[in-house]
């Protein structure tokens, strides 16, 4: 059997469009590793897909982590000396330390110093900066507001709780044919971030919108999660089930102008790496492909060595090889309709190859099949793709050995993945072919 192909019937553009005016909606909020934002967050989600979001209580023990105490805030300042707001949460959520503790405070400029936070090498981006595990607190704002600071006494508050509740995650889960699951995972947790964290939400909620309306051979498992916590927590309660991800991707940085980065599993030739290094190579598309590490997002959780689950990333440029990264220039300026729209076509083309990787056997496997009288050779003269379409199914007559899928074939004869699939199955309809039972770990 095959799957459709999950390209036809997608106006890539107005997906474009969705995705970007959702990063519009999701901006604004004040997101954290736990609280109120994260929950609105998943909530906007929901409204969207079918979400189920958990809630963990602080203090639950997670492999060596400790589930957080939940962070809100309400409010943060720093005022000058007539009541004017200087530094204001409330024009920009990057203003706060994120997780800072509370403080209601008057200090002189030279103590409340070593609180602020620039970036002297980018004078008009707001850092942004964490203080999860270490009650802290702290601003940050651009260089050019720091140098305009005057000495005197400024009123500091920070209306934050920091006290035991919950972490939230959201999981969307999409049942196909098999148990087999691919997994999607993105980060939930940073504020007024566009690429990082943002993109990767809206890439992955309109993919699971879009596949919950197909009949798939795998079933699903997106999540929402806060990074590094989220993942560790949703592995540390799903331990029994984890070795039904066969194979899985970590999205996030999908919406910036750079070329297409993946970054191979740990596993480095799994089905997922050989499917995204395919879609990549065929683009005609710059791209960059990086050897696993542990560092990085999720996927560091995903592949430690107790797990080990073939998942890599896609992304466009990676974490730390843009300078807004982390900074207030990851703003909607930066990220693009027509960059997410491209990035879901490479996504939804390495889906399409995991749902229609297939194996056969040549039931006439010896010396060629005589194709003209089947019709399946030149049998319309001039079509300038009929050479590759007949190239294509004598690759895939000559390899149907038993011990080969479409994609090692595609990959070994060189020619696009969606070819092979088309040849293949006109074979199997003329009873050259039969399909014969393949799993991700190999065949069966
Ligand atoms: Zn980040």
New binding site residues.
Partial sequence: MTSPNLLTNVSMDAAGQEMYQFIQELYPICRSITGSGLRDTLKRISDRITLEVHEVPSGTQVFDWTVPREWNIRDAYVKDQNGHRVIDFKQCNLHVVNYSVPVKATMTLADLRPYLHSLPDYPDWIP?RTSYYQERWGFCLTQRQLDQLKEGTYEVCIDSTLENGSLTYGECVIRGQEQSEVLISC?VC?PS?CN??LSGIVLSAWLASYLSGIDLRYSYRFLFLP?TIGSITWLSRNEDRVNRVKHGLVV?CVGDSGKLTYKKSRRSDAEIDRAALHVLKHSGDPYAVLEFSPYG?DERQYCSPGFNLAVGSLTRTP?HAFPE??TSGDDLDFVRPEFLSDSLTKYLRIIDILENNRCYVNLSPKCEPQLGKRGLYRSEGGKIDQHCRELAMLWALNLSDGSHTLLDIADRSGIQFSVIRDAAAALAAHGLLKEIAYSSKGLV
């Fill in positions: 942004y980060h940073h971030l990082d964290n990074g996030a997002y974490n990264y982390h």
